[in-house]
Structures are given as structure tokens and as C-alpha cells.
């Protein structure tokens, strides 16, 4: 997720700063706000998968699944109600994202993440106790809404919180965060799953009340940023806080540019007519489409439905959870790696590498389930080795994916947006993604109904035609600060046409940014 907010510093300016307790305390508040995401993405396929959940809410799910051995496997999860149980928590994110910015921006980051730990709760407590699927659905538009406000604040939270030079690390570090709130699910799923009488699902739906919790704590606990406080005058108070959080006396630099920033921003008048402008072209293309291709690797195919997909292939039920588990390891793992590698081999290099390397093992799940089960979806029985080679695909475009598009979907759009349409370029970043998101978890069993083992090559197409794009139109982006960013579109062969001429040049952002 990004780290939004106003970014502080010319780029070459070092702040004095120490790792104090209370940016311990921001990091783990952060941290639960991606684990609470990611807890919410990798739980909902496995508890789709545990007969209890069936027989409660999707009946006919159930008898379908035990009954039918006659007719097409890769059908017998096609359930409307049951993509909806999914996919209604992304709908719900994006209609909050739009509210929580303006609670953000009007009544301080704090309010905004508590109201978001208040609707986890909420909407945790109504899963795990559901009786009816209204519930079910109610509680997953609950943690949606919980979802927008919190990834709208808690990242701008921890960006102003945070000393200068931990924000980028701190921006793959929430996706990281992510992966392991993804992770945590599959294990819980996995052991819950063997708890007899309903009750697993029960306490894998309404474990997610534990991270809700902490953030709604943290939010009545932790302080507020010098930076809400300087953008409602307070600026002596400000400056005692920042030598608090900073664990120094020299705070002047930062705070001349805190203010510097602030009053920029208040500057911007029409952000979002702003970025229809010509010369945001390429800040709005990328806003656009690196978010939209980020799902359109198909990558939430995987973090949903991975124990459904493993169970429509004919793995039994704990093979199902396990192999779900497996490949959220190596979705943390490749993080990792990628944290290590951004700034080293760049971001095109990683976008590239990671596209082929998704490609190649797309296709090769493709023709491995294809292979055996052909257009009906019948294996017979599936050999073991069989199920680890499909496994081991899929965990190396895991792996391509979490080391290139999962945090550079992010981290890309964060630093080539200047100040002026920083925010409304991140809404719309932040909304493609979640539109994606939503209709990726409510087609994909309809498309694995009917396009069968042809999805993986439908999701390889497009990884294709992302590559080209990264290939032609992105500029490398590694080490350039914001302010040099407009010389980088002014030298490429196509962007140039658009930010062209002085005019148009440099953006006065030497100390607001
Ligand atoms: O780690 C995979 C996860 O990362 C995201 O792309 C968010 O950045 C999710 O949509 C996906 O489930």
C-alpha cells in the first residue's frame, strides 16, 4: 500500500532523527493496518472451503461439490453468493476510500483509523457470529468500509511520522505487512479448519477482531502528527511534538518545511482538475493502468481462491489449506527480496524480470491443468508428483509477482506524483486498484466455469501486454528525487510530447516535497 502524504525534504537534506518509541509504536499501529487487509484477503477462500461454512450458507455449493461427479469440475464453485461473500469487501473499500479521505484531510488521521478499527470490529464480530449469509455479506461490507479509512490514513500516518529517510522502506514495508496478514490466515485456516462442530470458520472469520483491536487502541493512544497540527496553526505545539517523536532538539529544518509543505498545500486549489491537465499525462496513465495491470496479473486468483483452486483441481481438503499456506510463504518471502533488490536493480528490471518469469509459469500451469483435465475437469485420480509440479508453478509466479508488481504497484506511483496532484493522483491509484480488486474476486470462479485451464492463459496476456508497456513507456524511476522526475518525462521519447517546454517545467517544489 502506499505511503502517502506530503513527502518532506529537497531530496538531499538529512533531518536529524532517532528510531524513538513512538515510531516503534506508529510501525506496529501500521503494521496491523496491513495485517488486517491481508487477513481479510487470505482468509475468505480457505473458510469457503470448510464443509461447515458450506452446509450453514452455501448449501447447494455443498451438495454440489459432494454429489455431482458427473459434471465439470472447474464449475462446481460457481456460486454467485459465495464470489459475493469475497468481493464485497473490496466494493465497500472503495466507496469508503472516497469518504475516509475527506475525514483524513478534515478531522485528522487519528479519527479516520479509529473509525476504521471500530467498523473491524464491527464487522469481524457480525462474521464470526453469523446465521445468515446477510451477516456474512453485512460483516464483509463492514471490514470493506474499515479497510478505506484505514489504508487512506494509516500510511499517511506513519509518512508523517516516520523519520525522512524510513518512507520508502515503510512503503514496501505495509505491503510486506500484507503478505503476512495473508499468510496468518492461510495457517489459522488451516489448523481451524480441523476443529469440529462449525466452529472453525466461526474463529478464522472472527480472529480478524484481535488486529482490530490494536488499531482501534493504538488510534486513541497515539499521538497526533506535527504535521495536523501545523495545518491547524499550531505550530509551537508542533515543534515540541516533533522533538519528541524525533528524539532531538534540532527539529528547525524539518519544521521550516513542514510549514513550507503545508502552506503549498493549502495552495492547491483544484486538485483533481489538475490532473486532467496535458502536462499530468503521464502521472494520470500510470495512476491508471499500474494499479489495473497490478490485479490483472491475476495475482488475487491466487491470494482468494487458492484452497478452492487446489480443491477444484482435486486436492483434498488439508492439501488444499496447506498448499495455500506454502504459497503465502513465498509471497513474504519475495517481498523480502524485493525490498532488498528495489533500489539495486531498479524497478524496471524487477518489473520486467517478474513479468516473464509470471508469464512463462502461467503458461506452464495452464498446459499442466489443461493437460490433465482437459475441457471437462476430470482427473481421475491426480498423482502426487502430479500436484507438486502444479504447486511449484504456481509458487514461482508467486514469487515473480511479490518481487515486482505486489510493491512496485505501490511504490511506483508514490514517488513520480508532484505535490500539486499528489492526492487525487493517489485516490485514483488507490480506487483502480480496489475496482480491479472487486471484480477479479466476483468473476473468477464464473471465468474458471467457462474458460477453464484457458484462464491462466487469458491472465498471461495481459502480463504480456503490461510488460511491453513497463518496457516502452516507463522510465526508471530508482534514486531520482520528485523534483528531477519532470526532466525524466521531458527525455523520454513519448512522454516528452506532453511535458514539454518550461512552461510546463519544473514544478517549484524544492522544499515542500
Ligand atoms: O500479496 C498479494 C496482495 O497484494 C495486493 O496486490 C495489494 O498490494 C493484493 O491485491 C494482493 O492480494
Not at 102 to 118: D, E, P, Q
Not at 140 to 149: A, E, K, P, T
Not at 354 to 369: K, P
Request: neutral net charge; contains cysteine; charged residues 15%.
Amino acid at each position: 500500500m502506499p505511503a502517502v502524504g506530503i513527502v518532506i525534504g529537497d531530496g538531499n537534506r538529512e533531518y536529524p532523527g532517532k528510531l524513538t518509541l513512538y515510531v516503534t509504536m506508529t510501525c506496529i499501529v501500521a503494521a496491523m493496518g496491513g495485517l488486517i487487509f491481508g487477513y481479510d484477503i487470505g482468509i475468505s477462500g480457505g473458510v469457503t472451503t470448510m464443509e461447515s461454512f458450506q452446509k450453514e450458507f452455501f448449501p447447494s455449493v455443498y451438495e454440489k461439490q459432494k454429489n455431482d461427479h458427473e459434471s465439470n469440475k472447474y464449475c462446481k464453485f460457481d456460486s454467485i453468493p459465495l464470489t459475493l461473500f469475497t468481493s464485497s469487501l473490496y466494493l465497500a473499500a472503495l466507496c469508503s476510500c472516497v469518504v475516509a479521505s475527506y475525514v483524513t484531510r478534515a478531522f485528522g488521521r487519528k479519527l479516520s483509523m479509529l473509525l476504521g478499527g471500530v467498523l473491524f470490529c464491527a464487522g469481524a464480530l457480525l462474521n464470526g457470529f453469523a446465521t445468515a449469509v446477510w451477516m456474512l455479506i453485512v460483516g464483509r461490507l463492514l471490514l470493506g468500509f474499515g479497510i478505506g479509512f484505514t489504508n487512506q490514513s494509516v500510511p499517511l500516518y506513519l509518512s508523517e511520522m516516520a523519520p525522512y529517510k524510513y518512507i520508502g522502506a515503510l512503503n514496501i514495508g505495509f505491503q510486506l505487512s500484507i503478505t503476512i496478514g495473508i499468510l496468518v490466515a492461510s495457517v489459522l485456516n488451516f489448523f481451524f479448519s480441523k476443529i469440529p462442530g462449525g466452529w472453525g470458520w466461526r474463529l478464522s472469520l472472527g480472529g480478524a477482531v484481535v488486529p482490530a483491536l490494536i488499531i482501534t487502541v493504538g488510534s486513541l493512544i497515539l499521538p497526533d502528527t506535527p504535521n495536523s497540527m501545523i495545518e491547524r496553526g499550531r505550530f509551537k505545539q508542533a515543534e515540541t511534538k516533533l522533538r519528541k517523536i524525533r528524539g532531538v532538539d534540532n527539529v528547525e529544518d524539518e519544521m521550516d518545511d513542514l510549514i513550507a509543505a503545508s502552506e503549498a498545500s493549502k495552495l492547491v486549489e483544484h486538485p483533481w482538475r489538475n490532473l486532467l491537465q496535458r502536462k499530468y499525462r503521464p502521472h494520470l496513465t500510470m495512476a491508471i493502468l499500474i494499479p489495473s495491470f497490478q490485479q490483472l496479473t491475476g495475482i488475487n486468483v491466487i491470494m482468494f481462491y487458492a484452497p478452492v483452486l487446489f480443491q477444484t483441481i482435486g486436492f483434498g481438503n488439508d492439501a488444499a489449506l496447506m498448499s495455500a499456506v506454502v504459497t503465502g510463504l513465498v509471497n513474504v518471502g519475495a517481498t523480502v527480496v524485493s525490498i532488498y533488490g528495489v533500489d539495486k536493480w531498479g524497478r524496471r528490471f524487477l518489473f520486467l524480470e517478474g513479468g516473464l518469469q509470471m508469464l512463462i509459469s502461467q503458461v506452464a500451469v495452464a498446459a499442466a491443468i489443461g493437460a490433465k483435465f482437459g475441457v471437462d475437469g476430470n482427473p481421475g485420480v491426480l498423482p502426487k508428483w502430479y500436484a507438486i509440479v502444479v504447486v511449484l508453478f504456481i509458487c514461482i509466479y508467486v514469487a515473480a509477482f511479490a518481487w515486482s508488481w505486489g510493491p512496485l504497484g505501490w511504490l511506483v506511483p508514490s514517488e513520480i506524483f508532484p505535490l500539486e496532484i499528489r492526492s487525487a493522483a493517489q485516490s485514483v491509484t488507490v480506487s483502480m486498484n480496489m475496482i480491479f480488486t472487486f471484480i477479479i474476486a466476483q468473476v473468477f470462479l464464473m471465468m474458471l466455469c467457462h474458460m477453464k485451464f484457458g484462464l491462466f492463459i487469458f491472465f498471461a496476456f495481459f502480463v504480456a501486454v503490461m510488460s511491453v508497456f513497463i518496457y516502452v513507456f516507463l522510465p526508471e524511476t530508482r534514486g531520482v528525487p520528485i523534483e528531477e522526475m519532470n526532466q525524466v518525462w521531458r527525455s523520454h521519447w513519448y512522454w516528452s510530447r506532453f511535458v514539454d517546454g518550461d512552461e510546463n517545467g519544473r514544478v517549484e517544489m524544492g522544499k515542500v516535497h
